[in-house]
């Protein structure tokens, strides 16, 4: 009788201790401040967002910290710096999408004693860089594409799993940006001042 009083009253002081979650992560946007820019001999830049996300799963680039789209944006306006008084630079962001792809997991009592791979993110991020002429055709354009997947344990918290999201969209762009900027210097020629 005494230990059925014990075992009751030790779950009731379990029950009433309240475990509050560790504070969501806040992240950092994500900068290209730390290379020098592209000086273009354009007035103006642009930035066109023609992806749109379906916000269904499986896509979640709108449940990222900083997703791919954002990225790419603020890529453009640290990268790319007009410095001339005719044509336009014109960004469109074609793709920023992130599928979650469920992995099969260990079936079975060995399930059980098994940490599995649970989700796949499957990162793609394209863009195209044309410079307008004053009759607004390009004069010049360049398309560059990226793509990054990463996995992540059954057994992950929401915090880490938020920290994967983000550096997977670091990773994603930092790919992104050594294609554009090598595609930039060569197919712009004389354009890029720098």
């Not at 642009?46 to 790419?72: G, K, N």
């Not at 306006?77 to 014109?90: A, E, K, M, N, Y």
Request: include cysteine.
């Amino acid at each position: 009788m005494n230990r059925r009083i014990f075992l009751v009253a030790s779950a009731a002081i379990l029950a009433g201790c309240e475990t509050t979650p560790p504070p969501r992560p806040v992240f950092p946007d994500i900068r290209f401040t730390g290379k020098p820019p592209l000086r273009i001999d354009a007035a103006a830049l642009d930035v066109e967002r023609v992806f749109r996300s379906t916000l269904q799963t499986p896509q979640v680039e709108h449940l990222f910290p900083v997703s791919p789209e954002q990225a790419m944006e603020q890529w453009a306006r640290d990268r790319l710096q007009p410095v001339g008084t005719t044509r336009r630079i014109r960004v469109r962001i074609l793709d920023a999408s992130v599928k979650e792809i469920e992995l099969p997991r260990t079936p079975g009592l060995r399930g059980a004693f098994t940490t599995d791979q649970a989700q796949r993110y499957d990162a793609t991020a394209e863009l195209t860089v044309d410079l307008m002429g004053e009759r607004g055709f390009p004069e010049r354009s360049i398309t560059a594409k990226a793509f990054r997947s990463r996995t992540v344990p059954e057994n992950i918290t929401p915090n880490d799993r938020e920290r994967i999201w983000y550096e997977l969209t670091e990773a994603l762009m930092a790919d992104l940006d050594a294609e554009l900027e090598k595609q930039i210097r060569a197919n712009f020629g004389f354009y890029v001042m720098s």
